[in-house]
């Protein structure tokens, strides 16, 4: 593969990509901020040339998304802290033919709820990498956080870091400030994250739930409209993640603020106007 001509200089990498709302978000960044730069996609099946397609490509940053972000880890030739912690590269900068990982999922999710107030015991269901890196970013902020999962399997990552994780049979329903779902329970299918009777239990307590699903209203946001609770999707997060990227893209050149506000109107145009699309984007 040499491919240096390419007319774009970010994109982002997984399999399937072509719902990723990334070009989207960072194009118009980009071209408001009035750089001469564009955002692709790549559909990539070999995920081992990783790094050869981004150096052959000449890109300067990239993202990834799923199913790619641990061996997106496993490729980068340095990796932030955040990443070590979680396992998990979303965000790559290109150097000197070097690439640099990062992790914004965490701080991205942090960033979504800043409108909630003060939550402090969170539980979140699902163990999966979106799971990994919210609970990490909200255990380094002090928020107390417990994990629920339909199988045990996966918990050993957070029984490691030190936080309480329950599996489907020793679940004891505490009560939790905020809920949120972080499985892909709702994504393609109508399910319910956990047992209706145990998410009742969780929801007649709570103040705040977020299913980090966006675009689409999944049986759990569902649920919550029964209770005076305060509810989001995951578009904040999606928009947070992304923000934090761009910021690495454009080595912190614009205010966090400005990107904000960019990939907010980018996105609720795009939503308003092909809101025949159904559930499926990306997170990226
Ligand atoms: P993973 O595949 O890594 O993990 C999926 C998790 O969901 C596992 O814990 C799995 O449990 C659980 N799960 C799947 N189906 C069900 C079900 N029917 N009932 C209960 N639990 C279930 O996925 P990710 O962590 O990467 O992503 C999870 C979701 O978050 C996706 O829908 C994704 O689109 C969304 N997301 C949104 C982002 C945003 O920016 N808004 C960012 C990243 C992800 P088990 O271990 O038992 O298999």
Redesign the pocket.
């Known amino acids: 593969m040499n491919i240096k001509n390419n007319d774009f200089q970010f994109a982002v990498i997984g399999n399937p990509v072509k719902h990723s709302l990334s070009p989207l978000l960072h194009n118009h960044c980009f071209e408001e901020n009035h750089l001469k730069y564009k955002f692709s996609s790549i559909l990539i099946e070999d995920i081992s040339k990783l790094k050869e397609t981004i150096l052959s490509h000449n890109l300067l940053g990239v993202n990834i998304t799923?199913p790619f972000k641990e061996v997106a880890f496993e490729a980068c030739d340095k990796v932030s802290k955040d990443c070590t912690d979680i396992g998990a590269v979303n965000t790559i900068i290109v150097r000197n033919d070097k690439l640099f990982g990062y992790n914004t999922?965490g701080d991205?999710f942090l960033n979504s709820i800043r409108d909630f107030n003060e939550p402090h015991s969170v539980l979140i269901?699902?163990?999966?990498?979106?799971?990994k890196a919210i609970s990490h970013a909200l255990d380094k902020a002090n928020f107390n956080v417990d994990i629920l999962?339909?199988?045990k399997?996966?918990l050993e990552y957070f029984t490691d870091k030190g936080l309480e994780c329950f599996g489907p049979n020793d679940f004891l329903c505490k009560e939790y400030d905020l809920v949120i779902n972080?499985?892909?329970?709702g994504?393609e299918?109508n399910?319910?994250?956990?047992p209706k009777s145990v998410l009742r239990k969780l929801l007649k307590h709570a103040r705040y739930a977020v299913d980090?699903?966006?675009n689409k209203k999944t049986p759990f946001l569902k649920l919550c409209d029964e209770y005076d609770i305060v509810s989001k999707d995951?578009?904040d997060?999606?928009i947070e993640?992304a923000v934090l990227a761009h910021l690495l893209f454009i080595d912190y050149s614009r205010s966090e603020s400005e990107i904000r506000n960019s990939m907010k109107d980018a996105l609720d145009w795009f939503l308003a106007f092909f809101n025949i699309f159904k559930p499926g984007f990306?997170?990226f």
């Open positions: 799923h999922d991205g269901i699902g163990a999966g990498g979106a799971s999962n339909r199988s399997e996966k972080a499985t892909s329970a994504f299918d399910e319910l994250p956990a980090i699903i966006y995951g578009k997060m999606l993640q990306m997170a």
